[in-house]
C-alpha cells in the first residue's frame, strides 16, 4: 500500500481558485473527497485510468479532476471558489473498476486531508 498525501491546501478569497495535489499510486480508481464541519464527507470528483470522470453537481464546471500515472499524481483544479467549498480535502483510491462512484464506500484508500477555506 502507498501512502496517499495531499498538498496545495491554504486559505483563498470567494471566486479565487487553488490546486491541490495527492501523490499516490496508480490506482485504477482515484477521487476527490471533502468533509466540512458537521457534515459527511462526500465525494467530489473521480476519475479512472481510462481518463472518464465524474463530478458533483456543487462543483461541475468549477472543478477539475486529472491524473499524471507517470509522476503518480492526482490534481484537482478549483476555480471560482465558494465559500461552502470550505472543507477538508480528502484524496482517495481504489484497486478496482469502481464505476465513476463518489461514494466513499467504493474507495479503500485515503490521505490524510488538506485544509481549504474559503473567506467571503
Known amino acids: 500500500q502507498v501512502q496517499m498525501v495531499e498538498s496545495g491546501g491554504g486559505s483563498v478569497q470567494a471566486g479565487g481558485s487553488l490546486r491541490l495535489s495527492c501523490t499516490t499510486s496508480?490506482?485504477?480508481?482515484l477521487a476527490w473527497f471533502r468533509q466540512a464541519p458537521g457534515k459527511e464527507r462526500e465525494g467530489v470528483a473521480v476519475i479512472d485510468r481510462t481518463g472518464s470522470t465524474r463530478y458533483a453537481d456543487s462543483v461541475r464546471g468549477r472543478f477539475s479532476i486529472s491524473r499524471d500515472d507517470s509522476a503518480t499524481t492526482l490534481y484537482l483544479e478549483m476555480n471560482s471558489l465558494k465559500p461552502e467549498d470550505t472543507a477538508i480535502y480528502y484524496c482517495?483510491?481504489?484497486?478496482?473498476?469502481?464505476?465513476?462512484?463518489?461514494?466513499?464506500?467504493?474507495?479503500?484508500?485515503w490521505g490524510q486531508g488538506t485544509q481549504v477555506t474559503v473567506s467571503s
Open positions: 496508480t490506482y485504477y480508481c
Open positions: 482517495a483510491g481504489y484497486a478496482g473498476i469502481c464505476g465513476l462512484s463518489l461514494s466513499r464506500t467504493a474507495f479503500r484508500f
